[in-house]
């Protein structure tokens, strides 16, 4: 399938890709079995040859779009106060409006995935960010809550999609050596841009010329930047959709001559309908956590954590301004601690990068096990309780303001180093099975984001601003166990799991094996895997045949390798590893994955 005429530079991408027509398709071109479709080794066309400078400016955007959306989550808080004062209503009303937007977040993956799967990455970007966009200027321009309040949740759904996709887009370009970086920044900008908006907000909303509505304006106008930017500088990313397209392409380049037909890799079993894509993605999340210890106890982590950033939204107002007397601009700068800590909890991240290279190295696989994620997730599991315990006894009238919000530093350190750890353990983790794990993650942090400011000023009230904080302070350190228990017993939860990642197995064989010919681009991806499990069936055969493409002049040959079914299932499973073997976010691969009967007996074996 590789050829050597058409390397891969990883810094400028492969050079040009062969004609369509100089490729080897697996199949006879007949109706019951097309030629399948796939990608050739250094194809140019494949996002993983992208080159390096395409691969981070759409990251660079993913990035934008991502903060464009959590910005949005918080910005609001800014301008509560006056909020309140304009339509009359009481605090817990006011607080729905971060609520609503958080509870879009849980919402909005099980549609938006499912779209991703049948039209691709780009089309759902686009149609949701300027959904996202249009509710946002509605936002603008309300003038009674019920208004505000459901475009808030409207916002927060239609928003959702690139908290869902991102994940998935830096998988589609960049293989599990690769990914660490993007990886961190995709964790990161979710729990950055809530920190900023506060201080933005609190000081757009004070300004007597702006007002609390400009936050909307402001919203909206980031929403337009991030949607002009998507249509410039995002190009679809997802293999299936862009094989998909390729097949097509070819059939109607076939229909005027022998119309010989063509199905892309991940057809091959019939394409799906929405409804049932849509079915399926409303009930993995479920399945996941009740099956899956890893993922319950991952998405139970992250829920308290993300849930505990939330809160604070609610919380720094009644510490802030009703009990030190800042104004809404002053409580927002008391962000700055948290903000400060979870940029340096992403600088940490390139020293987990260098400890997961330097075990890979020493690796006789030639990949580190999932569990080598995890060593900034246990430093970051003691130092957030510290900072929320430390903020909790400082944060009294009497001790300097400056004392608590330093006390946000340990904790930002915290809970980036924790969110961004346990992203990349599942990723490896659940390799092809990632979208089912980290869905089950965002739907639950999502809910208890949206939970957890509801309940912070009732509770402020009754047992005062120390209780209530250590109440948060309780949960944090009650999770302190969880990343050492990944650690120790890990690979052994793995063992049992029939979607993890187990080193033992024939899957992670063959996943690493064509991971790394991929990677390094010295052998074909095919044949190594075909190598690693042979067909059983004697008589399979390969033969060439030429196909005619074009009706109106000669056509040029299509090379085409025919093969019996086992091979061709074989050739599929590899394909399937091959891309996605480090494969987070990349929610057709599971059903593809289970719909071959070859690949699913191997992997429950």
């Not at 607080?95 to 990455?121: H, Q, T």
């Not at 909206?220 to 995002?234: E, K, P, Q, R």
């Not at 069936?537 to 040029?556: H, K, R």
Request: charge should be neutral.
């Amino acid at each position: 399938m590789s050829d050597s005429r058409y390397p891969v530079d990883v810094e400028k991408g492969a050079a040009f890709a062969p004609p369509l027509s100089d490729r080897s398709y697996t199949g006879s071109g007949t109706p019951d079995d097309p030629y399948i479709v796939d990608w050739d080794l250094n194809d140019a066309d494949d996002p993983y040859n992208w080159p390096r400078s395409k691969k981070w400016l759409i990251t660079a955007q993913l990035a934008m779009c991502t903060f464009t959306v959590s910005f949005g989550s918080s910005a609001y808080t800014g301008g509560m106060q006056y909020t309140m004062e304009d339509f009359g209503i009481s605090d817990n009303v006011a607080i729905l409006g971060i609520s609503l937007y958080v509870l879009g977040f849980a919402l909005g993956p099980l549609i938006f995935a499912s779209m991703g799967e049948m039209y691709g990455r780009r089309a759902v970007f686009l149609a949701t960010g300027f959904l996202y966009s249009a509710f946002q200027l509605q936002g603008a321009l309300s003038r009674n809550v019920a208004t505000l309040l459901s475009c808030r949740l409207l916002t927060g759904i239609f928003g959702a999609s690139p908290l869902t996709n991102a994940g998935g887009t830096i998988t589609d370009i960049f293989n599990f050596r690769e990914r660490g970086l993007a990886s961190a920044i995709y964790a990161t900008v979710p729990f950055l841009g809530p920190v900023i908006g506060p201080i933005v907000g609190g000081f757009v909303a004070e300004n007597p010329h702006l007002g609390w509505h400009f936050n909307f304006w402001l919203m909206f106008m980031f929403a337009l930047v991030s949607l002009i930017g998507g249509y410039l500088f995002a190009p679809e990313t997802y293999a299936p959709v862009l094989l998909r397209r390729r097949a097509q392409q070819l059939s109607l380049a076939s229909k005027d001559s022998d119309d010989a037909h063509f199905v892309s890799l991940h057809d091959r079993n019939e394409p799906k309908s929405l409804s049932q894509v849509i079915q399926k993605n409303l009930s993995r999340p479920f399945v996941f956590i009740v099956t899956e210890p890893i993922v319950l106890a991952a998405a139970v982590y992250a829920s308290i954590m993300h849930g505990t950033l939330y809160a604070l939204f609610s919380g720094f107002p009644i510490i802030f301004q009703q009990h030190r007397g800042f104004t809404p601009g002053q409580s927002g700068l008391a962000f700055v601690g948290v903000g400060f800590g979870i940029m340096l909890g992403t600088a940490s991240q390139t020293i987990q990068n260098k400890i997961y290279w330097r075990v890979m190295e020493q690796s006789e696989s030639g990949r580190a096990p999932p569990e080598a994620r995890l060593h900034m997730a246990i430093l970051g599991s003691f130092l957030a309780p510290i900072g929320l315990w430390w903020f909790a006894w400082t944060s009294m009238p009497s001790v300097h303001w400056a004392v608590p919000i330093v006390a946000g530093i340990p904790f930002g350190i915290g809970i980036a180093q924790i969110l961004q750890s346990l992203t990349t353990y599942l990723m490896d983790t659940y390799t092809i099975y990632f979208a089912s794990a980290i869905s089950a993650t965002v739907v639950l942090r999502s809910i208890c984001g949206a939970v957890f400011p509801l309940f912070c000023p009732p509770l402020f009230r009754a047992v005062g601003d120390q209780w209530a904080m250590s109440f948060f302070a309780c949960f944090a350190t009650a999770c302190v166990p969880i990343p050492l228990l990944f650690w120790k017993y890990g690979p052994w939860i793995r063992g049992k799991s029939i979607y993890a990642y187990n080193e033992k197995s024939s899957t992670a064989r063959s996943t690493t094996t064509a991971f790394s010919s991929r990677t390094d681009s010295t052998a074909a991806c095919h044949s190594e895997v075909q190598k690693s499990e042979p067909t059983s069936d004697p008589n399979a055969t390969a033969a060439s045949e030429s196909v005619t493409t074009n009706g109106a002049t000669p056509a040029p040959k299509i090379t085409v390798t025919i093969a019996d079914a086992p091979t061709i299932s074989t050739l599929a499973s590899s394909d399937t590893q091959h891309r996605l073997g480090g494969g987070a976010g990349n929610a057709q691969a599971p059903e593809a994955v289970q719909d071959d009967s070859t690949l699913t007996s191997t992997m429950t074996s």
